[in-house]
C-alpha cells in the first residue's frame, strides 16, 4: 500500500509565500512523474505543476515564475514553493504520483488528501 501526505497549506495574505510538501510512503519500488493539482469551489482540478523522476519540469501558465516545484528522490518528496500568491490561487491542492510499488511491473497512480491554500486578499 502507498500513501501520499501532503503538509504546508494555510491561509495567507496576497503576495505572500507557501511551501507545501508531498511524502509519498509505503512498498515503493520507484516513483516517475510527481505533480500538484488543484481545484478551486465549482471548478475543474487543473495541473498546478508536475516534475520527472529527472528533474524536468511543466507548469500552469497562471504559475510560471512565481511557483517552483522540485523533489527530492532519495525521500520520496515533492515540494511545491509558492511565492506571489493571488487571491486566484485559492484551492486545495492535491499532490498526484506515479509509483511502482514493490513486486509489481507497472506503476499506478495514487493521489493524495489535499490541502487548503487560502490567499486573502
Known amino acids: 500500500q502507498v500513501h501520499l501526505v501532503e503538509s504546508g497549506g494555510g491561509l495567507v495574505q496576497a503576495g505572500g509565500s507557501l511551501r507545501l510538501s508531498c511524502a509519498a510512503s509505503?512498498?515503493?519500488?520507484?516513483?516517475?512523474?510527481m505533480g500538484w493539482y488543484r481545484q478551486a469551489p465549482e471548478k475543474q482540478r487543473e495541473m498546478v505543476a508536475v516534475?520527472?523522476?529527472?528533474?524536468?519540469?511543466n507548469y500552469a501558465d497562471s504559475v510560471k515564475g512565481r511557483f517552483t516545484i522540485s523533489r527530492d528522490n532519495a525521500k520520496n518528496t515533492m515540494y511545491l514553493q509558492m511565492s506571489s500568491l493571488k487571491p486566484e490561487d485559492t484551492a486545495v491542492y492535491y499532490c498526484?504520483?506515479?509509483?511502482?510499488?514493490?513486486?509489481?511491473?507497472?506503476?499506478?497512480?495514487?493521489w493524495g488528501q489535499g490541502t487548503q491554500v487560502t490567499v486573502s486578499s
Open positions: 498526484n504520483a506515479d509509483v511502482r510499488p514493490n513486486g509489481r511491473k507497472y506503476g499506478v497512480y495514487y
Open positions: 509505503g512498498s515503493i519500488f520507484n516513483i516517475n512523474v
Open positions: 516534475i520527472t523522476s529527472g528533474g524536468n519540469t
